[in-house]
C-alpha cells in the first residue's frame, strides 16, 4: 500500500536540512521543488535526489554540491529532497538513512572559483 506522507531530508537554498514529513504524490513533489520534477540516484543507497528539472535554467539559487569521493559532480540549485525508493516509487527514508542525508546536507554551501576550480564552501545561515 502506499504511503500517504513520506518522510524526507529537505534541502532549501540558505538554510540547515531537515527531515520532514511531506504528501506523496507527484502534485506535492512538484510543489516542493517549485517545477517539473527530476529525480536522481547518485548514491549506492536505495535513495533519490529529487529536484526542479529545470532549476538552473530558471536562475534558481545554487544551494548544495553534489560530492563523490569528495569530488564536485554537480551543484543542485533550488529545494530539493532525498526520499527512499520503494519497489515501484517514492518511499520514505529509513531512520538510519534520514540521518546519514541530513548530516551529509547539513549547510547550505557557497561556491567559489579558485584556479579554474569551483570550490563548495558550507555555512551555518542566520536563520
Given at each position: 500500500?502506499?504511503?500517504?506522507?513520506?518522510?524526507?531530508v529537505?534541502?532549501?537554498?540558505?538554510?540547515?536540512?531537515?527531515?520532514?514529513?511531506?504528501?506523496?504524490g507527484?502534485?506535492?513533489?512538484?510543489?516542493?521543488?517549485?517545477?517539473?520534477?527530476?529525480?536522481?540516484y547518485?548514491?549506492?543507497?536505495?535513495?533519490?535526489?529529487?529536484?526542479?528539472?529545470?532549476g538552473?535554467l530558471?536562475?534558481?539559487?545554487?544551494?548544495?554540491?553534489?560530492?563523490?569521493?569528495?569530488?564536485?559532480?554537480?551543484?543542485?540549485?533550488?529545494?530539493?529532497?532525498?526520499c527512499?525508493?520503494?519497489?515501484?516509487?517514492?518511499?520514505?527514508?529509513?531512520?538510519?538513512?534520514?540521518?546519514?542525508?541530513?548530516?551529509?546536507?547539513?549547510?547550505?554551501?557557497?561556491?567559489?572559483k579558485?584556479?579554474?576550480?569551483?570550490?563548495?564552501?558550507p555555512?551555518?545561515?542566520?536563520?
Amino acid at each position: 500500500m502506499k504511503e500517504s506522507k513520506i518522510k524526507v531530508v529537505m534541502c532549501e537554498p540558505d538554510k540547515v536540512a531537515k527531515v520532514v514529513e511531506i504528501d506523496n504524490g507527484l502534485k506535492s513533489f512538484q510543489n516542493v521543488v517549485g517545477g517539473l520534477i527530476q529525480a536522481t540516484y547518485p548514491f549506492e543507497d536505495d535513495v533519490a535526489v529529487v529536484l526542479d528539472d529545470e532549476g538552473k535554467l530558471n536562475g534558481s539559487p545554487l544551494n548544495r554540491g553534489l560530492k563523490i569521493d569528495n569530488e564536485l559532480i554537480d551543484i543542485y540549485a533550488g529545494t530539493f529532497f532525498i526520499c527512499g525508493l520503494g519497489d515501484e516509487d517514492f518511499c520514505s527514508l529509513s531512520d538510519e538513512l534520514a540521518e546519514k542525508y541530513a548530516n551529509k546536507f547539513k549547510y547550505p554551501e557557497m561556491f567559489l572559483k579558485v584556479n579554474d576550480e569551483i570550490k563548495a564552501i558550507p555555512y551555518k545561515p542566520e536563520n
